[in-house]
């Protein structure tokens, strides 16, 4: 992300990160896993960011855009949500099965149809 110490920072080749893994398993550690192709938790309907004021949101990525500012938390703890900006996240998994989307809406250029 940009640091001083980013000069001491080095990628790690994956023959270095599956021998790390497979001594990992050989203590009994277990991993997560994620699915192949990857789906973005934003793509999920049942994933909700609250926010301190009640707010809801989808993405821990794009904050501060009006786009994911879904709805609202209410004081009966009712929600109110905007379908169509909900939708929107939602558009690569179940509204149009697009796994590129899917794996990142909050990036995909193309909108809500």
Do not use: Q
């Not at 926010?51 to 989808?58: A, F």
């Not at 855009?65 to 703890?77: A, P, Q, S």
């Amino acid at each position: 992300m940009g640091s001083p110490n980013d000069d001491r920072v080095y990628p790690v080749s994956d023959g270095v990160v599956e021998e790390v893994k497979g001594y990992a398993r050989s203590l009994g550690l277990k991993f997560f896993e994620l699915p192949s192709p990857y789906i973005c938790y934003v793509s999920w309907l049942n994933s909700f960011v609250i926010m301190p004021d009640g707010t809801l949101s989808k993405c821990t990525v794009r904050f501060y855009e009006d786009i994911n500012r879904i709805g609202k938390l209410n004081g009966d703890m009712t929600l109110t949500i905007d379908e169509d900006k909900l939708l929107w996240w939602a558009r690569g998994g179940i509204i149009n099965n697009n796994l590129r989307i899917a794996a990142c809406p909050a990036f995909s250029k193309e909108g809500y149809d």
